[in-house]
Nanobody, 124 residues
Framework: QVQLVESGGGLVQAGGSLRLSCAIS????????MAWFRRTPEKEREFVAA????????DYVDSVKGRFTISRDNDKNTVSLQMNSLKPEDTAVYYC?????????????????WGQGTQVTVSS
């Protein structure tokens, strides 16, 4: 059973930064496409960022481009989401997702494995 464990959420003021990390427990990490999604009480789960399984491709939702960066460390079996210039509208529960040989899809149904989520709260 593949498990994903997120860390790094918390409370930050608008304009601040947070770094989320996601560790995968099993398998060859480099063979997984990885992504971050987020959910609020008002919205369905929303795509945030993705990295293809070889890490050659990355993609972002327009609202975070230039502020968020997805990166992967294949030696540590982790994917991170560096979030800068945070805004109150970034407040959400953030989820890490993995798909074997994923190509950086934006639909949540394209991902087989999910973390438990980590809360990010941005105060104004």
């Amino acid at each position: 059973q593949v498990q994903l464990v997120e860390s790094g959420g918390g409370l930050v003021q608008a304009g601040g930064s947070l770094r989320l990390s996601c560790a995968i427990s099993r398998g060859t990490f480099s063979s997984y496409g990885m992504a971050w999604f987020r959910r609020t009480p008002e919205k369905e789960r929303e795509f945030v960022a993705a990295s293809s399984w070889r890490g050659a491709l990355t993609d972002y939702v327009d609202s975070v481009k230039g502020r968020f960066t997805i990166s992967r460390d294949n030696d540590k079996n982790t994917v991170s989401l560096q979030m800068n210039s945070l805004k109150p509208e970034d407040t959400a529960v953030y989820y890490c997702a993995a798909q074997p040989y994923g190509r950086g899809a934006k639909r949540d149904r394209d991902y087989q494995y999910w973390g438990q989520g980590t809360q990010v709260t941005v105060s104004s």
